[in-house]
Structures are given as C-alpha cells and as structure tokens.
C-alpha cells in the first residue's frame, strides 16, 4: 500500500504562488506516474497535471499550462506542484495520486490518492 500526503495548501492573494508537496509512505512511489488533481465545490475532480515514472515526460492542463510545474524527487518518494499566478478560480482542494507509467490525465489510471490540501486563492 501507498500512503500520500499532500501539504503546502492555503489562503494566497491572487497573482501569487505556492508550492504543494506530496510525500509518499508505505511503499516506493519511483516506479509510478504521479498526478495532481483539484477539486472545487459543486464541481468534478479536475486534472492539473502529472508526471511520469521517470520524470522525463510531464502533462498539463491548458488551465493551468504555463503556470504549473510538476517536479519529483524519487529519493525522497516525493512530488511538487509549483503554482504562480494564481486566479481565484484556481480555488480547490488539491489531490496527489500514484499509479501507472505515464502522465496521465484520467483519473482512473491512478490507484492510490491523498486526502487532499485547500487552496484557496483570494482575489
């Protein structure tokens, strides 16, 4: 089994950044893809962005392309989400999860999920 934490959430004006983190336990997660998703109220879960096994291939939403950055560290079974610019409609509870290769946008290709961390961007 796989446990994930997400950290690094919280109140951030709008423009600003953060970076959210997400620590894996239990077992190794440098054999799989990695993948950050959102959530708002009233709204379906949302793909923000992933990374692969290797790190060599990362995937984004067009919402957040150009804003986001996805990094891992496998040696500390670890990934980043590093956001700038943020908007208000960037508001969510922010998901990491684990599973499969590549960097997948859909959800379904992921076993394991953290419980999640608020952002919430004021504007």
């Known amino acids: 089994q796989v446990q994930l934490v997400e950290s690094g959430g919280g109140l951030v004006q709008a423009g600003g950044s953060l970076r959210l983190s997400c620590e894996a336990s239990?077992?190794?997660?440098?054999?799989?893809?990695m993948g950050w998703f959102r959530q708002a109220p009233g709204k379906e879960r949302e793909f923000v962005g992933a990374?692969?096994?290797?790190?060599?291939?990362?995937n984004y939403a067009d919402s957040v392309k150009g804003r986001a950055t996805i990094s891992r560290d496998n040696a500390k079974n670890a990934v980043y989400l590093q956001m700038s610019s943020l908007k208000a409609e960037d508001t969510a509870v922010y998901y990491c999860?684990?599973?499969?290769?590549?960097?997948?946008?859909?959800?379904?290709?992921?076993?394991?999920w953290g419980q999640g961390t608020q952002v919430t961007v004021s504007s």
């Open positions: 239990g077992r190794t997660v440098s054999n799989r893809a």
């Open positions: 999860a684990a599973g499969g290769l590549f960097a997948s946008s859909t959800w379904r290709t992921y076993e394991y």
């Open positions: 990374i692969s096994w290797s790190g060599s291939n990362t």
